[in-house]
């Protein structure tokens, strides 16, 4: 396999049936499964596993998506050894159960077969807005059409799907799978407006008087975060976010340097490093001021990446960038927790060290609660802000968690909306009673 | 969301939501599993049989079989009928059919003589269950006047199936014992003396393992052990076949049957529904799993029957039975050559060992590339296709005519 197509295809290789149920037969069908606990989206997966134990995929793949609308998605992405596999009961005796790789066999079933598992009624209830098509706007939209709300998506990109089609690369999650799910959300009568930034192409009030009467906002993180050093403004430096946006909706048809450094220790960072080589970098090295040990990307990520053949740099961080030309030739970094001097050639510098929320006041509405961060203050369970008709979720609250995290915040936003509405409907008609008491209707 | 199929199937005048049922067994011995057991999803309770005589269990009491890693291939068990006093059963019994008026409530009882048969049948009765069961069956009991003994034997079955008949106006059901060659001997006995269905089977004679360090059977019940009853996935194809049988004969055409013996998902119940079942009841696999696996046999088979079209449980049943016909009447007309996938192989030579020490020598194994090949040999056996790890490596291929045979179309499987 060349590398540009290596880019494109799935590493991982999905089950065989029969690989399943041999993976199936591991699990311990466990009384108060643990891992079903250790799920944030509610996935359920000690039910679905037993499902594909006991011969009933079609079951399985509907206990995922009543649970997760991006079921697909979190099967490839999740960082299931920080979460149900974690907790698994078959730990105690060699190694967890591969849950996301079966999450994904009965998906990617369903999908084959062209299952049709979720049903929203007719839309009778109130127009809603959700304002980000990322994994939490795309959950929290497919909720509320299944409440029967009439949803709108408003997206400033021109494809939906927030991060997973602007971020995550293709050999970890491939678009078709994206574009699937987003089909899934559509088919439940969500309506897309893309290209449409609200605050800029169209604002919150302009929204109101369309009809919409409550919003979820679910914008993410768009800002990349940058170091002050000197050089930071040559040619050949760049942020994740810019680089991974240009390569997955091209295809990865990119022009990438010789010399890549990749400036970070998340995922990001590692999907930035594998993007850059196998899209025909010559030399990648990744920089990272802590330890091995303290790096938050997955491991299996970390691996994978070294594998490729990715040089990853421990214990330095970055001090100047030195140019030619207006264009960046040279990294130099200094020792994080001493003076060790670092200097590596470079005609591309990515800075993968974070990013931040755009002003939500300027979105959304100036009164919104935001923090100096201009993360959105809102309650994680329930989603609420100040603002009686604005929920907030996903990264734009929790400061960039886990898509499954997104998932479980934008299911929890769509609840407290719906319960919001609904208790003004029952005011209301409260209301037309008194008035209908007072005429003497009654 | 989704819509999941009716289940619902009448079985001897009974509607009942589902077809799936306990089996008379430890797993329905007490209101409160029962109770549990219909919250989670059974349609009905066979309740552990009861009986005047009470008996005296041993420890342990259990054995199952491996095959490799996998473990309860089968199960032996060398439990009796219930231990529990006959006014306590009786007064569970009523409690649950209170409370679950539309559930079903089958009530197994086992006598030692007619005067017993027809008391158990008068007081099953009273409590309000909906069927009675007579277990002729129990091959562990420790008095030959009760269990397979008695189901062996064509005229005691019928003599105590008449004095159940006589107590009761409710449908009686007779549980057939497989530990016999023909079981629609017994079970035409039994729709003589009166019953109006059949159930089957109980559990069938075995010793599971030999203990290497007593010499003696398992389980150990203080050095020794006996011969004592087997059940749960290794019973299934015993068990199909008896109700195929009995479906199929002419006697018993009209009969309503239960189908017992291994059943633990969705196609297990959907293969006895197609040999004749109407009713399916389950010991073993809830033993080892639990109620919990009620839910995945609606929901399977309610998809199932989505993707077949079926609109109801009535159309599948016994639809199998046409086309298990007698040895003779075989189409042997054809062999079928397997063909292999060579970008699927992964070259274990399985298929080679197989070919050779079990079959037809007609498998050729290129030690090269490690690869094998068939040759005009084949017979068309597809032992191969059985011992091949991979799955859709080797499948049907060419339909070869014998030599003088006339060509005709031939469905491959
Ligand atoms: C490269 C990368 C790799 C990652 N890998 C993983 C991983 O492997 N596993 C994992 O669980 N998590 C991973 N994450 C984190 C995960 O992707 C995020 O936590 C998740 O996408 C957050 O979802 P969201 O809906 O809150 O925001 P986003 O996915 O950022 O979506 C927000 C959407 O809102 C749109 N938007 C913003 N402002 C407006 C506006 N004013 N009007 C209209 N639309 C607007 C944006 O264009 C975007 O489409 C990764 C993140 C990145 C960047
Ligand atoms: C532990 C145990 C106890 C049983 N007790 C009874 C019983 O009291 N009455 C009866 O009719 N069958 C009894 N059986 C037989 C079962 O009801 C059933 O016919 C048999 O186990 C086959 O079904 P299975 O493979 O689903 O277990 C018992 C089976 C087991 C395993
Ligand atoms: S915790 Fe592990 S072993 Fe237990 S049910 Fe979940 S996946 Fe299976
Ligand atoms: S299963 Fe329960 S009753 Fe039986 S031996 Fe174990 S603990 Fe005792
Ligand atoms: S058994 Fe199957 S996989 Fe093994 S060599 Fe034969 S054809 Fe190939």
Redesign the interface.
């Known amino acids: 396999m060349n590398d540009k197509k290596k880019y494109l295809t799935e590493a991982i290789k999905p089950y ?3 690989l399943a149920m041999e993976e199936a ?1 591991r699990c311990l ?1 466990c009384h108060d499964a643990p891992c079903s606990k250790g799920c944030p989206a509610g996935t359920n997966p000690a039910k679905f596993i ?2 594909i134990r ?3 995929i ?2 399985a793949a ?1 206990t995922i998506r ?1 649970a997760n609308i991006l079921g697909g998605v979190c099967a490839r992405i999740c960082p299931y050894d920080k979460l149900c596999e974690e907790a698994c009961s078959r730990t105690g005796i060699d190694k967890p159960i591969e849950i996301g790789r079966l999450q994904r066999f009965a998906t990617d079933f369903e999908q084959a077969i062209g299952m049709k ?3 929203a009624p007719e839309a009778t209830k109130e127009k809603v807005a959700v304002i980000g098509s990322g994994p939490a706007g795309l959950a929290a939209a497919a909720n509320l059409a ?1 409440m029967g709300y009439k949803v709108t998506i408003f997206e400033e990109k021109s494809t939906p799907g927030g991060v997973l089609t602007y971020g995550i690369v293709p050999s970890r999650l491939p678009q078709n799978i994206v574009d699937q799910e987003i089909r899934y959300v559509k088919d439940l009568g969500v309506e897309f407006k893309l290209d449409c930034k609200v605050g800029k192409d169209i604002t919150l009030d302009e929204l109101k008087s369309e009809g919409y009467v409550a919003f979820v906002l679910s914008i993410g993180l768009q800002q990349p975060k940058l170091i002050n050093i000197p050089g930071i403004n040559l040619e050949g430096v760049t942020t994740a976010i810019d680089f991974l946006a240009a390569a997955k909706p091209n295809n990865g048809n990119i022009d990438v340097s010789q010399n890549v450094i990749v400036i970070g220790g998340g995922d990001v960072a590692m999907d930035c490093a594998t993007t850059a080589k196998l899209l025909g970098a010559n030399k990648v090295s990744i920089v990272y001021r802590r330890t091995y040990e303290e790096m938050p990307a997955n491991k299996d990520e970390v691996r994978y990446v070294s594998e490729l053949g990715v040089n990853i740099i421990y214990g330095f961080t970055p001090k100047e960038i030195i140019g030619d030309n207006g264009k960046v030739v040279k990294l130099k970094a200094v020792g994080f927790k001493d003076d060790s001097l670092l200097e590596l050639k470079a005609d591309k510098i990515i800075f993968a060290i974070g990013q931040i929320a755009e002003n939500s006041k300027e979105i959304a509405d100036l009164n919104i609660s935001i923090d100096g961060k201009n993360l959105v203050l809102a309650n994680e369970e329930t989603c609420e802000t100040n603002i009686e008709n604005i929920f907030a979720a996903g990264d734009v609250v929790n400061e960039g968690k886990t898509v499954v995290e997104a998932v479980a915040a934008g299911k929890a936003a769509a609840d407290s909306l719906n319960k919001y509405l609904t208790s003004l409907r029952e005011v209301q008609s409260d209301d037309t009673e008194v008035v209908a008491e007072k005429k003497g209707v009654k | 969301m989704v819509k999941h199929k009716d289940l619902s199937i009448e079985f001897c005048g009974v509607k009942c939501e589902n077809p799936f049922f306990l089996s008379s067994s430890p797993v329905g011995s007490n209101y409160d599993m029962c109770s549990k057991a219909l919250e989670t999803g059974w349609g009905g309770i066979v309740y552990k049989t009861i009986g005047v005589y009470i008996p005296d269990e041993c420890s342990p009491r259990f054995d199952n079989t491996r095959k490799e890693a996998t473990p309860f291939l089968g199960f032996k068990n060398m439990e009796q009928i219930s231990d529990k006093p006959l006014e306590k059963n009786l007064e569970m019994m009523a409690k649950l059919k209170k409370d679950y008026p539309d559930k079903i409530l089958i009530a197994s009882i086992m006598g030692e003589n007619e005067e017993e048969w027809k008391k158990l049948s008068k007081l099953v009765t009273e409590v309000g269950a909906d069927i009675i069961e007579c277990n002729f069956s129990c091959p562990q009991m420790t008095s030959s006047t009760m269990g397979s003994d008695v189901g062996q034997n064509p005229e005691l079955v019928k003599k105590y199936t008449q004095s159940v008949c006589s107590a009761t106006h409710l449908p009686v059901m007779a549980k057939m014992t497989p530990n016999i060659g023909n079981m629609e001997i017994p079970a035409i006995a039994a729709v003589k003396g009166g019953a109006a269905s059949i159930s089957a089977i109980n559990t069938i004679k075995a010793i599971t393992r030999i203990d290497f360090n007593h010499y003696t059977a398992m389980p150990v019940v203080n050095g020794k052990s006996s011969i004592s009853g087997y059940s749960g996935k290794a019973v299934k194809p015993i068990s199909l076949r008896f109700i195929a049988q009995m479906a199929q004969h002419p006697d018993l055409a009209n009969i309503p049957l239960s189908g017992i013996g291994g059943i633990e998902n969705w196609e297990d119940a959907a293969e006895f529904l197609m040999v004749g079942a109407r009713n399916l009841q389950v010991t073993t696999a809830i033993m080892q799993y639990g109620y919990r696996i009620v839910e995945d046999m609606i929901s399977g088979l309610s998809y199932f029957m989505q993707a077949k079209g079926f609109n109801s449980l009535d159309e599948m049943v016994g639809i199998a039975l046409d086309n298990i016909i007698p040895a003779e009447e075989i189409d042997r007309d054809f062999k079928i050559i397997p063909k292999i996938d060579e970008d699927v192989c992964v070259g274990c030579g399985r298929c080679y060992i197989s070919c050779y020490d079990g079959a037809h020598q007609a498998i050729e194994w290129d030690e090269d590339n490690r690869r094998p090949s068939i040759t005009d040999d084949c017979v068309g056996c597809h032992l191969c296709m059985n011992v091949c790890p991979i799955e859709g490596c080797i499948t049907p291929g060419e339909v070869k005519f014998k030599e003088g045979r006339d060509p005709h179309e031939v469905i491959v499987g």
């Open positions: 065989t049936p029969l037969s069908l037993r499902s006991f011969k009933n079609k079951g509907e009543k598992i979720l049903e299944l």
